[in-house]
């Protein structure tokens, strides 16, 4: 079995994870969640296709089903961050010590 899909997924996630950790927009953190779900559902498929044959239909129901909701949820978030936006007028979140 090739290891470009699974480094590739490891990737992705560390992209998304450092989206979320290192900035302080929220739409960009709401881009790295969204990367590391693509990362997550790239490394279910992976792991559910046997290299002998046949894959195992469980985990891509679970990845489609996932990218449902995910879209779903984006969606959510955005509207999320709308409503916040209009309300305080600031995109970002912002520590209590810079005034």
Known sequence: MSLIYPLTAGVLFAIGLYGILARTELIHRLLGANVMA???FLYLIVVST???GDP???PQAMVLTGIVIAVS???FALALLRYFHALSGQRALE???DG
């Open 50 to 52: 046997a290299p002998e």
């Open 56 to 58: 195992d239909p469980v």
């Open 38 to 40: 693509s990362a997550v």
């Open 95 to 97: 520590d209590e010590d």
């Open 73 to 75: 949820l984006t969606a």
